[in-house]
Nanobody
Framework: VQLQASGGGLVQAGGSLRLSCAAS????????MGWFRQAPGKEREFVAVINWSGGTTYYAESVKGRFTISRDNAKNTAYLRMNSLKPEDTAVYYC???????????????WGQGTQVTVSS
């Protein structure tokens, strides 16, 4: 399984970005997809997860109401729309997917390479 994250960049506080995660190597539509982030000097943290159909999502409290996870199974791609960005959202963002189909995942086995998001104040 290969995951390729993209879409990061530099944005001012209050701005928006959309991250993409292109997947290959297995049937994309069967598995959950998640987003995580890691800020400098901090541990990696969960951001959001979406089930196989896109009908169920969960978010970290810190991003709820501002971020939206979605997926397009026809394009084998997951997305993270980030609105009202804050400087504390600055981090490397990773997409990930588990080996299992169960939802929500208890662990993630495959990771993308990460994409940098920097929010200036």
């Amino acid at each position: 399984v290969q995951l390729q994250a993209s879409g990061g960049g530099l944005v001012q506080a209050g701005g928006s970005l959309r991250l993409s995660c292109a997947a290959s190597g297995r049937t994309f539509s069967t598995y959950p997809m998640g987003w995580f982030r890691q800020a400098p000097g901090k541990e990696r943290e969960f951001v959001a997860v979406i089930n196989w159909s896109g009908g169920t999502t969960y978010y970290a409290e810190s991003v709820k109401g501002r971020f939206t996870i979605s997926r397009d199974n026809a394009k084998n791609t997951a997305y993270l729309r980030m609105n009202s960005l804050k400087p504390e959202d600055t981090a490397v963002y990773y997409c990930a997917t588990p080996r299992s189909v169960y939802f929500p995942p208890t662990e993630y086995d495959y990771w993308g390479q990460g994409t940098q998001v920097t929010v200036s104040s």
